[in-house]
């Protein structure tokens, strides 16, 4: 492998600038057949490996089985075509991996084509704070249920579906609480919230598990029967 004092070798349009203009976290560098050549102290420690363990494609043995695959053939796309890539892929193993955002460019000496140049940022936190905020943008607080938003995007994928497959079929079923706000000026808001609660899991209880049941708004539910046979199958439904 390559040493880090060894970089300031590199020619002017080598590891050195493109690492720098990458602003990285981690790097790593590769020769035109994919092998490992380089990879700094950082690179180590996202993957928990050895550097012994990573020299030639062995570094590909870090990336997460589930996404091997995917990278591996899109770096040799990048490789043949030369060009860059960006790319995100799981390092480690549950419940212990991360995800990281990979971004490679050509590296050239001259006119000659020497391999890649590449960082690979965690963005483990940043996922998480992405998929936090898309479930609570989705999902009634409340009830642990999709919300209004997400039901309706429910309902357009169906309907989608139903014009691919005219004998895919499809009910919506209405559901609200008479006289909920007696319950909650009678007993309180919490007591209320205590049966907006239960009645969402008696309703979700009551269907299939590739059903959708949503709170809409307040004390209305909405339902989403699929893949029915028939107008019975949605009747029997309401009735449980």
């Given at each position: 492998?390559?040493?880090?004092?060894?970089?300031h070798?590199?020619?002017?349009?080598?590891?050195?600038?493109?690492?720098?203009?990458?602003?990285?976290v981690?790097?790593?560098?590769?020769?035109?057949?994919g092998?490992?050549?380089?990879?700094?102290?950082?690179?180590?420690r996202?993957?928990?490996?050895?550097?012994?363990?990573?020299?030639?494609?062995?570094?590909?043995?870090?990336?997460?089985?589930?996404?091997?695959h995917a990278?591996?053939?899109r770096?040799?796309?990048?490789?043949?075509?030369?060009?860059?890539?960006e790319i995100?892929?799981?390092?480690?193993?549950?419940?212990?991996?991360?995800?990281?955002?990979?971004?490679w460019?050509?590296?050239?000496?001259?006119?000659h084509?020497a391999?890649?140049?590449?960082?690979?940022?965690?963005?483990?936190?940043?996922?998480?704070?992405?998929?936090?905020?898309?479930y609570?943008?989705?999902?009634?607080?409340?009830?642990?249920?999709?919300?209004?938003?997400?039901?309706?995007?429910?309902?357009?994928?169906?309907?989608?579906?139903?014009?691919?497959?005219?004998?895919r079929?499809?009910?919506?079923?209405?559901?609200?609480?008479?006289h909920?706000?007696?319950?909650?000026?009678?007993?309180?808001?919490?007591?209320?919230?205590?049966?907006?609660?239960?009645?969402?899991?008696?309703?979700?209880?009551?269907?299939?598990?590739?059903?959708?049941?949503?709170?809409?708004?307040?004390?209305?539910?909405?339902?989403?029967?699929?893949c029915?046979?028939?107008?019975?199958?949605?009747?029997?439904?309401?009735?449980?």
């Amino acid at each position: 492998m390559v040493s880090p004092q060894d970089l300031h070798s590199f020619d002017s349009s080598g590891p050195s600038a493109g690492l720098v203009d990458l602003a990285p976290v981690a790097l790593i560098s590769l020769d035109p057949s994919g092998r490992l050549t380089w990879c700094d102290n950082d690179w180590l420690r996202l993957t928990g490996r050895a550097a012994a363990d990573l020299r030639g494609h062995g570094w590909l043995s870090a990336i997460d089985e589930r996404d091997r695959h995917a990278l591996a053939s899109r770096m040799q796309h990048a490789l043949e075509a030369r060009e860059e890539l960006e790319i995100q892929a799981r390092i480690g193993i549950e419940p212990n991996e991360r995800w990281v955002l990979f971004r490679w460019r050509p590296r050239w000496i001259g006119d000659h084509f020497a391999g890649m140049v590449g960082s690979g940022t965690d963005i483990t936190d940043e996922r998480t704070t992405r998929a936090e905020l898309a479930y609570r943008a989705t999902t009634d607080s409340l009830t642990g249920l999709p919300n209004r938003l997400l039901f309706l995007e429910h309902l357009k994928n169906e309907l989608g579906f139903g014009e691919r497959w005219p004998d895919r079929r499809l009910a919506v079923a209405y559901c609200d609480l008479d006289h909920f706000a007696g319950v909650n000026a009678a007993h309180g808001q919490a007591r209320a919230d205590d049966l907006l609660a239960a009645v969402g899991r008696r309703l979700s209880e009551s269907v299939r598990p590739f059903d959708v049941v949503s709170r809409i708004d307040g004390d209305e539910f909405a339902i989403l029967l699929r893949c029915l046979d028939d107008v019975e199958d949605a009747t029997a439904a309401m009735t449980r």
